[in-house]
């Protein structure tokens, strides 16, 4: 296994325990800290798919699955004042979301490789982000879904409230599954910074 590769997954490998971990403490109303650092693994497997291919961005993905499973797991054997600390709905959502996501990430952004260099990383992680978020929060929480897991009360979740406090009324998750795609447009857009500082200086160590 290459170097790269290894760096690519343990960079992946943070950010899916960083946000597994602070998924767990709210950052106002209608997001926790996990929303902002789970959006750059969308950096981290663009930035590979830039660097090393298509093939070694979807081995990062796999590599970030296993850990995000693994992560659930734990998660599922530690009680909270609520429950486990990750219920099965949640489980099953954060895996299908991620690989779908990431997955459709890496394919958005080998298709747009020859356009202007901000336009594959950038469309490829809002169209990703759109599903992770769609998948993630309606299979967690959406009460049309809870034959997934009948013993997982998400009751909480369908509480009707205006849209992030202001908005028409609609069941809780729905405010925060918008709140959370909104976070992952401006990483997204922030990112794109990071992205091509590092393709630049990557490009100039191969001239070198």
Partial sequence: MSRSLLTGI???AAVVVASNILVQHLFGSWLTWGAFTYPIAFLVTDLM???HGERAARQVVLAGFAVGIACS???????GEFGPLVSVRVAIGSGIAFLSAQLL???IFS???SSAWWQAPLVSSVIGGALDTALFF???FSASLAFIHAGTDVSWAADIVPMLGVGPALPLWVSLAVADFGVK???ALAALIPFRLILTRAQRTKTV
């Avoid at 734990?74 to 009680?79: A, L, P």
């Fill in 10 to 12: 343990a960079a992946m």
């Fill in 49 to 51: 798919n830039r660097l």
């Fill in 73 to 79: 797991l734990i998660g599922s054997q530690i009680e």
């Fill in 105 to 107: 990430d890496v394919a």
């Fill in 111 to 113: 298709r747009l490789k």
């Fill in 138 to 140: 309606s299979i967690a």
């Fill in 185 to 187: 447009l401006l990483i």
